[in-house]
């Protein structure tokens, strides 16, 4: 595990990608959803944190990189089991919510994306995203991939960690 004092680099609020590679299909209950099949492959998971806290993202990301949770978000039931791995953390400082939505689309785009849940991650989405939760199969350098459109995006004022 990530030590907290790590993430000190993040903004302390702003939108974020998880890179996750699932090493082998996994078969998950996810609450409204039901049973899901993950594909194994790698995703990317982007979502926002907006709050006052002056570590903001900071905590959201440990929050997310801890397998021992309480479920409180869709990418939780995913994230707690130990063929989740999150590869890299992208990150960028905003205040603005519908930034997330724009990332998320842009690397379905650019990146030629799969929906494996609609809806999942998308709850409070206020641009019709399918989904905030990207499958990007088998692809090689998808941390580079998307850095690139986080550089590309934000002015090349953002942040990544690469965790494994």
């Known amino acids: 595990m990530i030590k907290k004092e790590s993430l000190n680099l993040l903004p302390s609020r702003g939108v974020y990608t998880l890179v996750i ?18 594909p194994k492959g790698y995703y990317a998971y982007t979502g926002s944190a907006l709050g006052p806290h002056e570590r903001s993202l900071q905590n959201r990301i440990y929050r997310h990189l ?21 590869k890299a953390v992208l990150a960028a400082e905003t205040d603005e919510k519908q930034k997330e939505c724009e990332i998320n689309k842009l690397i379905m785009k650019k990146l030629k994306g799969k929906i494996v849940v609609k809806g999942f991650g998308a709850s409070d989405c206020k641009q019709n995203c399918e989904s ?14 998307i850095s690139i459109l986080y550089q590309n995006y934000f002015n090349g004022k953002f942040m990544s960690i690469i965790l494994v």
Do not use: P
């Open 21 to 38: 590679l699932l090493i082998k299909n996994k078969t998950l209950k996810v609450g409204k959803f039901g049973k899901i099949t993950f």
């Open 66 to 86: 801890s397998k021992e949770k309480t479920i409180r978000w869709h990418i939780d039931y995913l994230l707690k089991h130990k063929e989740a791995i999150v």
């Open 132 to 145: 905030h939760l990207i499958f990007l199969n088998q692809k090689r350098n998808v941390e580079y991939a």
